[in-house]
C-alpha cells in the first residue's frame, strides 16, 4: 500500500463518500496535507490508522458510559 492516500481512497477505506472524507479532513479529525500545484489532499496511511483507532476508542469510551448510567 502507498504511503499517502487520496481522499478518494480513504472514503473507499472507511465506506464513506468522497464529501465526507474531505469533511474528516476540513474538520481537523483526520490530518492530511496538501500537495503539487492544485493542492490535492493526501493522508498518510499511519494518520487513517491512527484516526480508526481513535475512532474506536470513543466508541469504547460511549459504550463504557452508556453502561455506568444504566447500572
Known amino acids: 500500500m502507498p504511503r499517502f492516500l487520496t481522499l ?12 465526507a472524507a474531505y469533511a474528516l479532513v476540513r474538520s481537523g479529525e483526520l490530518k492530511a496535507i496538501q500537495v503539487g500545484g ?16 481513535e475512532r474506536y476508542a470513543e466508541a469504547s469510551r460511549m459504550i463504557q458510559e452508556s453502561k455506568s448510567k444504566s447500572d
Open 8 to 19: 478518494a481512497d480513504v472514503a473507499e477505506q472507511l465506506q464513506i463518500n468522497s464529501p
Open 38 to 53: 492544485r493542492g490535492q489532499w493526501r493522508v498518510e496511511e499511519k494518520m487513517l490508522e491512527q484516526y480508526i483507532e
